[in-house]
């Protein structure tokens, strides 16, 4: 019976059985005590108080797990906005931070509402794995931070140890056997314990426990989450932005909110649809990207600094088997009770064991596959893996995004452009007409081959051009069409146009009555865009 009701959807929440609602909340637990040495790590990162970063991956992680598009999908402080904000909280403050988050969010509203996330299908399979591949590397380096001398200093160089980015001496002798002895410790029960002891408790959780066990238990001398900072507070409380309303602050704001609502998006967006293929199930991209934005709102006046979808995290629930909200919001309630009444016992987890999960999830998430595919696929392909991984890494996931889908629409612009070509015949009905049957799209890149085809000086009296096997795809595919056609003109050729879709009839201005109706003519449109809402087809003019 009870099995039966928790199969039954409440309030839009399809609630899993109870040996799955198990799993997830087990699952929660396991990414909340991973959750809490990024949180604190980033806070550092972007120059706040370590409870700035709890705070905001308690509400930012709540909210999009309540209303996301990606259920199951871990959302927090992130080092890609992080690494943003450190200019903005040191020539400004804090304050403007919370402002800055506010409006970041509500930018990632007006996307959601506007449904642009439908953009990300321009991201081609290249760059994500690229992304997938950067990511993982740069989640590699963070946890290297941890194998150096603890540096107590708040400064730039205390930041970059605790981040793991360098700025500290490394280890050396008995510590550094301990530290590696304790990492490899958990990544072996990660591995084999599933398997070999048991499945009710996830894998990563098992080896957290085991590791915080051994290391209490023989009261071993090694680093812990406490020694990153007291992760001790109480409920966040509504804030409003000390700044002043006026033009000035939203210059300062304004620049900083766009890139941050950028950064959180696409690393959004991408997690969502790399959780989509691991599950083999899909998300709303618009529906993500208000939740998103939702949040952020929320964490800025609660004071919070801000996040989007940690992949690191994402992967930990996957791993562990959390399919459902439920997983996501136990992770976020988790977090709030480590904050207000377990933050003594979370302080003394060993960082040893949590590196270990981390590097568990860097050989998960890292696409071995693309090592293989590298010499099968086009040099292109392969160049837009390699470069994006490099520049995820080098600078920040939203520039290699964006860097690898430039890349990729221009390979694919000029092979789009090599394939424009045409057959000629004569007129069944009467030989002395020439018919141009073209193939290949029309557009700015297939201009230069369009006109290559034609001969206006040599051809007979009347031609006819063909589109049925074509298609215009842009303005400069117009102009083409209309220049050629002033060309006969001026050669005292008749041109006859067909099977040219209705947009172009409409918007071909000189050429226009050369057209020949058919009732084959095609009905895509000039510029077209797929409309989400509606689920069909409309054309920009």
Request: a negative charge.
């Given at each position: 019976?009870?099995?039966?009701?928790?199969?039954?959807?409440?309030?839009?929440?399809?609630?899993?059985?109870?040996?799955?609602?198990?799993?997830?909340?087990?699952?929660?637990?396991?990414?909340?005590?991973?959750?809490?040495?990024?949180?604190?790590?980033?806070?550092?990162?972007?120059?706040?108080?370590?409870?700035?970063?709890?705070?905001?991956?308690?509400?930012?992680?709540?909210?999009?797990?309540?209303?996301?598009?990606?259920?199951?999908?871990?959302?927090?402080?992130?080092?890609?906005?992080?690494?943003?904000?450190?200019?903005?909280?040191?020539?400004?403050?804090?304050?403007?931070?919370?402002?800055?988050?506010?409006?970041?969010?509500?930018?990632?509203?007006?996307?959601?509402?506007?449904?642009?996330?439908?953009?990300?299908?321009?991201?081609?399979?290249?760059?994500?794995?690229?992304?997938?591949?950067?990511?993982?590397?740069?989640?590699?380096?963070?946890?290297?931070?941890?194998?150096?001398?603890?540096?107590?200093?708040?400064?730039?160089?205390?930041?970059?140890?605790?981040?793991?980015?360098?700025?500290?001496?490394?280890?050396?002798?008995?510590?550094?056997?301990?530290?590696?002895?304790?990492?490899?410790?958990?990544?072996?029960?990660?591995?084999?314990?599933?398997?070999?002891?048991?499945?009710?408790?996830?894998?990563?959780?098992?080896?957290?426990?085991?590791?915080?066990?051994?290391?209490?238990?023989?009261?071993?001398?090694?680093?812990?989450?406490?020694?990153?900072?007291?992760?001790?507070?109480?409920?966040?409380?509504?804030?409003?932005?000390?700044?002043?309303?006026?033009?000035?602050?939203?210059?300062?704001?304004?620049?900083?909110?766009?890139?941050?609502?950028?950064?959180?998006?696409?690393?959004?967006?991408?997690?969502?649809?790399?959780?989509?293929?691991?599950?083999?199930?899909?998300?709303?991209?618009?529906?993500?990207?208000?939740?998103?934005?939702?949040?952020?709102?929320?964490?800025?006046?609660?004071?919070?600094?801000?996040?989007?979808?940690?992949?690191?995290?994402?992967?930990?629930?996957?791993?562990s088997g959390g399919r459902t909200r439920w997983a996501a919001i136990s992770a976020a309630l988790f977090l709030l009770a480590f904050i207000l009444f377990a933050s003594g016992l979370i302080e003394?987890?060993?960082?040893?064991?949590?590196?270990?999960?981390?590097?568990?999830?860097?050989?998960?998430?890292?696409?071995?596959?693309?090592?293989?595919?590298?010499?099968?696929?086009?040099?292109?392909?392969?160049?837009?893996?390699?470069?994006?991984?490099?520049?995820?890494?080098?600078?920040?996931?939203?520039?290699?995004?964006?860097?690898?889908?430039?890349?990729?629409?221009?390979?694919?612009?000029?092979?789009?452009?090599?394939?424009?070509?045409?057959?000629?015949?004569?007129?069944?009905?009467?030989?002395?007409?020439?018919?141009?049957?073209?193939?290949?799209?029309?557009?700015?890149?297939?201009?230069?081959?369009?006109?290559?085809?034609?001969?206006?000086?040599?051809?007979?009296?009347?031609?006819?051009?063909?589109?049925?096997?074509?298609?215009?795809?842009?303005?400069?595919?117009?102009?083409?069409?209309?220049?050629?056609?002033?060309?006969?003109?001026?050669?005292?050729?008749?041109?006859?146009?067909?099977?040219?879709?209705?947009?172009?009839?409409?918007l071909l201005t000189r050429a226009g009555q050369l057209i020949e109706p058919d009732k084959d003519d095609p009905s895509y449109g000039v510029a077209v865009d797929y409309d989400l809402r509606l689920?069909?087809?409309?054309?920009?003019?």
């Amino acid at each position: 019976m009870f099995d039966r009701l928790l199969g039954q959807s409440i309030d839009g929440f399809a609630v899993p059985s109870s040996a799955q609602l198990r799993i997830d909340i087990l699952s929660g637990l396991t990414v909340a005590l991973a959750l809490v040495p990024e949180a604190v790590a980033f806070a550092f990162v972007a120059g706040v108080h370590p409870l700035v970063g709890l705070y905001a991956a308690f509400i930012v992680g709540l909210i999009t797990a309540l209303i996301g598009g990606r259920p199951g999908m871990i959302s927090g402080a992130t080092g890609a906005l992080a690494v943003v904000m450190v200019s903005l909280v040191a020539q400004h403050g804090v304050e403007y931070l919370f402002a800055t988050v506010v409006l970041m969010g509500l930018i990632q509203i007006i996307v959601g509402a506007m449904h642009w996330g439908k953009f990300m299908r321009l991201v081609p399979h290249p760059v994500m794995l690229g992304f997938v591949n950067g990511l993982a590397i740069v989640i590699f380096l963070a946890q290297l931070g941890q194998f150096q001398i603890a540096n107590d200093a708040p400064g730039a160089e205390g930041i970059a140890a605790a981040h793991g980015i360098g700025g500290g001496e490394w280890l050396t002798g008995m510590p550094l056997v301990m530290m590696l002895g304790l990492t490899l410790l958990t990544m072996a029960v990660i591995q084999f314990a599933p398997r070999a002891i048991t499945r009710i408790i996830p894998g990563p959780l098992l080896g957290i426990l085991v590791v915080s066990a051994i290391v209490i238990g023989f009261n071993l001398d090694v680093r812990t989450v406490g020694d990153l900072a007291s992760i001790e507070g109480g409920l966040p409380t509504f804030h409003i932005p000390m700044v002043p309303l006026t033009w000035e602050t939203l210059t300062i704001i304004a620049p900083y909110a766009g890139i941050l609502a950028a950064i959180g998006l696409i690393e959004s967006l991408l997690t969502l649809n790399l959780v989509a293929e691991m599950t083999d199930t899909r998300g709303g991209a618009s529906r993500e990207c208000i939740a998103q934005g939702t949040a952020n709102v929320v964490t800025g006046f609660f004071g919070g600094m801000g996040g989007c979808a940690m992949i690191g995290q994402s992967m930990i629930n996957v791993k562990s088997g959390g399919r459902t909200r439920w997983a996501a919001i136990s992770a976020a309630l988790f977090l709030l009770a480590f904050i207000l009444f377990a933050s003594g016992l979370i302080e003394q987890i060993p960082l040893a064991a949590l590196v270990g999960v981390m590097f568990m999830v860097v050989i998960g998430t890292f696409a071995w596959r693309s090592i293989q595919i590298m010499t099968r696929v086009p040099r292109s392909d392969a160049l837009v893996i390699l470069l994006v991984t490099i520049v995820t890494v080098m600078t920040d996931l939203a520039t290699a995004v964006v860097i690898g889908v430039i890349i990729s629409a221009l390979v694919y612009a000029w092979n789009a452009s090599t394939r424009m070509r045409a057959t000629t015949v004569n007129e069944p009905s009467d030989p002395e007409v020439k018919v141009y049957r073209l193939f290949g799209p029309l557009f700015f890149g297939s201009v230069d081959s369009f006109n290559q085809l034609f001969d206006p000086k040599s051809d007979p009296e009347t031609v006819v051009i063909d589109f049925m096997d074509s298609r215009v795809v842009d303005h400069s595919g117009l102009q083409a069409i209309e220049a050629l056609a002033e060309k006969y003109r001026q050669n005292g050729t008749v041109l006859k146009l067909r099977h040219l879709s209705q947009d172009c009839k409409q918007l071909l201005t000189r050429a226009g009555q050369l057209i020949e109706p058919d009732k084959d003519d095609p009905s895509y449109g000039v510029a077209v865009d797929y409309d989400l809402r509606l689920g069909r087809l409309g054309s920009g003019h």
